[in-house]
């Protein structure tokens, strides 16, 4: 049986480029989750004078072609100022690595969407936004949509396991269907903290579990 990929993408399947955690970055982003069988974290570093990002970094969890695409998307987005790399497609990191399955495009859309989320972050915690909007309850679900229920391994939203969203005096109240001590529930509320705290007016994040 032959394998359905490129060279390419065996290629830096094997050999990853931009490996690792940036310890002081600047902005992250996460998307996915190893509930749904891919996930990729990745970390900026971008100059505050240029915004050029001058180091870039993922961590994955995932298929051949999730590590594939995770690296060449760091590949292309080093280097480039963030305007820049908004515009980096998921079309072109897989024609960057001669193509891939049509079963596995979406990898390469995870790590697109965590690059854009990574620069919205940092746009977000640095000043950088052309609008600002201020944040209400449709923004914060908007975002919470981004995080993965790993019982039903779709989100957290569509899966009604968020209950309530109320945005209040720079904080977000959060509350989810689920009790405080479930195995799973430090992961969805890091998560959930993770997704919304670098909103620009936002300066806490509470998650409220529900008892059994």
């Given at each position: 049986?032959?394998i359905?990929?490129?060279?390419?993408?065996?290629?830096?399947f094997?050999?990853p480029k931009?490996?690792?955690?940036?310890?002081?970055?600047?902005?992250?982003?996460t998307?996915?989750?190893?509930?749904c069988g891919?996930m990729v974290?990745?970390y900026?570093?971008?100059?505050?004078?240029t915004?050029?990002i001058k180091?870039?970094?993922?961590?994955?969890y995932?298929?051949?072609?999730n590590?594939?695409?995770a690296?060449?998307?760091?590949?292309?987005?080093?280097?480039?100022n963030?305007?820049?790399?908004k515009?980096?497609?998921?079309?072109?990191?897989?024609?960057?690595?001669?193509?891939l399955?049509?079963?596995?495009?979406?990898?390469a859309?995870?790590?697109?969407?965590?690059l854009?989320?990574?620069?919205?972050?940092y746009?977000?915690?640095?000043?950088?936004?052309?609008?600002?909007?201020?944040?209400?309850?449709?923004?914060?679900?908007?975002?919470?949509?981004h995080?993965?229920?790993?019982?039903?391994?779709?989100?957290?939203?569509?899966?009604?396991?968020v209950?309530d969203?109320?945005?209040?005096?720079?904080?977000i109240?959060?509350?989810?269907?689920?009790?405080?001590?479930?195995?799973?529930y430090?992961n969805?509320?890091?998560?959930?903290?993770?997704?919304l705290?670098?909103?620009?007016?936002i300066?806490?994040?509470?998650?409220?579990?529900?008892p059994?």
């Amino acid at each position: 049986m032959s394998i359905p990929y490129t060279k390419k993408v065996l290629q830096y399947f094997l050999h990853p480029k931009n490996v690792g955690e940036i310890k002081d970055a600047d902005a992250t982003a996460t998307e996915g989750s190893p509930s749904c069988g891919d996930m990729v974290k990745l970390y900026l570093k971008v100059d505050p004078k240029t915004h050029e990002i001058k180091d870039i970094k993922f961590q994955s969890y995932g298929c051949a072609s999730n590590i594939a695409t995770a690296s060449i998307i760091t590949e292309l987005a080093k280097g480039k100022n963030i305007e820049t790399a908004k515009d980096i497609s998921w079309e072109n990191a897989s024609k960057e690595l001669g193509g891939l399955p049509p079963v596995k495009v979406h990898c390469a859309v995870l790590a697109v969407d965590a690059l854009k989320t990574a620069i919205e972050n940092y746009e977000n915690t640095h000043g950088l936004l052309k609008e600002k909007i201020s944040t209400d309850d449709k923004i914060a679900i908007k975002r919470l949509r981004h995080v993965i229920n790993p019982i039903a391994g779709r989100d957290i939203v569509s899966t009604n396991l968020v209950k309530d969203v109320k945005v209040h005096d720079k904080i977000i109240d959060v509350t989810v269907d689920m009790a405080e001590d479930h195995q799973f529930y430090n992961n969805i509320a890091d998560e959930i903290i993770e997704r919304l705290i670098p909103l620009w007016d936002i300066e806490k994040v509470i998650v409220i579990g529900t008892p059994d």
